[in-house]
């Protein structure tokens, strides 16, 4: 199957920095890519769809001016966590389609904790 | 009600039994749907692509689609400790859309 890297697997931060996660397709070209958030023993939930060369799309409820993401190249979206706070701390999911759009790789994920 | 829905488990299995997991939908305009595996602390992996009804066998993993009943299976023969994980069904109606996920269920298979 196709590969989808991401880094890091887990950060610990201070209150109001930010942090930048890195979303990378290793073996094929992502147009689009989409990011998750999952809470403990919960389902994924879809924060946005990023966009190679135009802006992204976000979800219902989910703050644009806090989670920036970027889609610079056809293999690389990062998303920027910006002053961050404790109820920003989440497990964070990349994945992008690799032949089929329904057919999603997904990334190791980034632990997100705040302090 | 949830468009998807999935037993959260937890669902204990002595090794070597055949499991059986299931979702239930409500959106008639799925014609795609997956089954993830999820180890603790990584992303989902896929396991099973189906695309309307039908079966899909993949070595010890079979997924069914029955889309009169809104309801898909994945049932996993000679199950293993490495099975251990949680399993999350996922759904599209294709064109383009989302994919829906369901909550997952969580299988523990034990010596």
């Known amino acids: 199957g196709a590969v989808v890297s991401q880094h890091p697997s887990w950060v610990i931060c201070k209150s109001g920095t930010s942090v930048k996660i890195e979303c990378r397709s290793l073996?094929?070209?992502?147009?689009?890519m989409f990011w998750y958030r999952q809470f403990p023993k919960q389902s994924l939930m879809l924060m946005a769809t990023?966009?190679?060369?135009?802006?992204?799309?976000?979800e219902q409820g989910v703050e644009k001016d806090k989670f920036l993401i970027n889609h610079a190249s056809l293999t690389l979206s990062t998303l920027t966590v910006t002053s961050a706070h404790p109820e920003d701390s989440s497990f964070y999911i990349c994945?992008?389609?690799?032949?089929?759009?329904?057919?999603?790789?997904f990334g190791s994920g980034t632990q997100l904790s705040v302090l | 009600q949830k468009e998807v829905e999935q037993d959260p488990g937890p669902l204990s299995v002595p090794e070597g039994a055949i499991v059986s997991l299931n979702c239930t939908y409500s959106?008639?305009?799925?014609?795609?749907f997956m089954w993830y595996r999820q180890y603790s602390r990584k992303g989902p992996e896929l396991l099973m692509y189906?695309?309307?009804?039908g079966n899909k066998e993949d070595g010890r993993f079979t997924a069914q689609v029955d889309k009169s009943s809104k309801y898909i299976s994945l049932f996993i023969r000679d199950s293993q400790p490495s099975d251990s994980a949680t399993y999350l069904c996922?759904?599209?109606?294709?064109?383009?859309?989302?994919?829906?996920f369901g909550t997952g269920t969580q299988l523990k298979v034990e010596l």
């Open positions: 994945s992008a389609p690799a032949d089929r759009f329904e057919k999603l790789f």
């Open positions: 073996d094929f070209q992502a147009t689009t």
């Open positions: 990023s966009n190679e060369g135009s802006k992204a799309t976000y």
């Open positions: 959106n008639s305009a799925f014609q795609y």
């Open positions: 189906t695309y309307s009804s």
């Open positions: 996922a759904m599209s109606a294709g064109g383009g859309n989302k994919l829906t």
